[in-house]
């Protein structure tokens, strides 16, 4: 039992993880005025 609720919350926040990092990504891609006025994050993107 705690082991599979162990995988399920592993799994959760792997799913979460990539949901804020696709999120970021898209946010990134969409607000180009952003990037030019942070251009610290473009070299991360």
Do not use: Q
């Amino acid at each position: 039992m705690s082991g599979k609720a162990e995988a399920f919350l592993h799994y959760a926040v792997m799913d979460l993880i990539t949901l804020i990092w696709v999120g970021c990504k898209f946010m990134s891609s969409t607000r180009d005025t952003d990037s030019d006025r942070y251009p610290e994050n473009r070299s991360h993107a």
